[in-house]
């Protein structure tokens, strides 16, 4: 396969739209694994999703062009799956399940459409959202992300020459690299591509996956992003999002319902799923609460994804509260990814060895780590927080609490109320830098 010349072909954007989603494929594997259960069991819940830029400095809509954006928002809604890719979900396995995907799913897929969207200015912001079927308004949180971060990308190397854009790429090659060659000497290391939403671009994010599976070997064990693991014959990775227990919870009839919204969500899951794909997200509404009103059952499933504690103190909560449900944590896995980068890795990883299975998703530092590469010193590649939330469902207001209020969202009133029901314990405010 010859490499792709990423410097010459960023340069050359001179045509009149250059298509940043090609493929409705190129989305993280939990949307679809999400979207068929939520086609199956709540085909007729109306979801709401929204754009929240956490990095409120950056002032996106002075950055992007708002009638470029409107064209690939335009254009993404006209793209559909195509015969070779539904095949390809028909045939294989995930997660060591043949078959995973129904027919009739596959069948709904091939006459799916992103739905319409609303897109305005505000003070320096995008307001951008998504209303209408959960079954089709979920499907554009992956796509508007990766569209407004390559824009955002292309509109900072966009005065760039030719020679300039060379070395931008040829240094963060090198950067890159240098994070692959300090990661080889951990000789259990389990790690895979969660860089898809925040990424500098889709031909940049495939280099990082290419140079992980050179660099790795059958350490790296696969990418969230479909279309890449097809094209480079990976394991598709993901399982569940935030998004499940923040509808569930938002459809609530009181709050005793809003309490146990997080656990009728994985007895959905199981019951669905089960197998490989038994991996609980605790913290939607805090890790500490979570875990303190968990059933007991819980404890049997593979491992959990702390997403939002700092990894090492998060990873030793779970491990006390297997070891007090008589789990040995041994037989258990532990999946880091928030804010992962080559440090935060080796750290956890001597932190955990031998005491559990740990397995790594490396995101945005992977895939958007262009920090000091500009040869002129231009701004604008730096990384930013990102994230497209559900908003409401059946025109309820929908929250997310996080083990970090820094990444709360929803109404405040609201986000009160929730603090009221699952508490403040364990709860800390920390920077969100992506």
């Not at 963060?172 to 000497?185: Q, T």
């Not at 671009?201 to 070997?217: D, I, P, S, T």
């Not at 990873?315 to 944590?329: F, S, T």
Request: proline share 5%.
């Amino acid at each position: 396969m010859p490499v792709t010349d990423i410097a010459t072909r960023t340069y050359d954007h001179g045509f009149r739209l250059d298509p940043i989603v090609r493929s409705l494929l190129d989305t993280d594997f939990y949307k679809l694994l999400m979207l068929q259960m939520i086609r199956h069991l709540y085909p007729d819940v109306q979801a709401t999703f929204a754009l929240i830029n956490r990095t409120k400095s950056v002032r996106l809509a002075d950055t992007i062009d708002e009638q470029e954006l409107r064209a690939q928002l335009d254009h993404a809604r006209t793209v559909r799956f195509s015969k070779k890719e539904l095949i390809w979900l028909a045939g294989n396995s995930f997660a060591g399940q043949a078959r995973i995907f129904g027919a009739d799913f596959l069948a709904w897929l091939a006459d799916f459409q992103l739905p319409d969207y609303a897109l305005r200015r505000v003070d320096g912001q995008f307001e951008l959202s998504f209303a209408g079927p959960w079954t089709h308004t979920t499907m554009w949180e992956i796509p508007a992300l990766t569209i407004i971060n390559e824009l955002r990308s292309r509109a900072a190397t966009k005065e760039m020459d030719r020679f300039a854009m060379d070395v931008l790429y040829a240094r963060a090659k090198a950067k890159m690299w240098d994070k692959v060659v300090r990661l080889r000497p951990l000789p259990d290391l389990v790690i895979s591509d969660f860089g898809t939403r925040r990424r500098h671009g889709f031909l940049w994010q495939r280099w990082c996956v290419e140079a992980l599976k050179e660099g790795l070997g059958g350490r790296f064990i696969g990418t969230s992003n479909v279309l890449l693991a097809m094209d480079n014959d990976l394991e598709a990775i993901g399982t569940n999002a935030h998004e499940l227990p923040m509808v569930f919870a938002a459809l609530a009839n009181d709050e005793t319902e809003i309490a146990s919204a997080p656990y009728r969500v994985l007895d959905d899951w199981r019951r669905h799923y089960g197998g490989n794909l038994l991996i609980v997200l605790p913290d939607a509404f805090g890790t500490t609460s979570f875990l303190a009103h968990a059933p007991d059952w819980v404890a049997d499933w593979t491992g959990f994804r702390p997403d939002s504690a700092p990894p090492i103190p998060g990873g030793e909560q779970i491990i006390r509260w297997w070891q007090a449900h008589g789990r040995d944590p041994h037989s258990k896995l532990l999946i880091f990814s928030d804010g992962m980068d080559v440090d935060s890795i080796e750290e956890t990883y001597r932190h955990f060895d031998k005491r559990v299975r740990m397995s790594f998703g490396w995101g945005t530092n992977l895939t958007n780590d262009f920090r000091g590469c500009a040869p002129d010193g231009t701004i604008g590649l730096e990384p930013i927080s990102l994230v497209v939330k559900v908003t409401s469902a059946n025109g309820h207001p929908a929250v997310k609490l996080s083990d970090n209020p820094a990444k709360a969202t929803g109404d405040p009133d609201e986000i009160a109320r929730y603090l009221r029901i699952f508490g403040t314990d364990g709860l800390r405010t920390v920077a969100v830098s992506v």
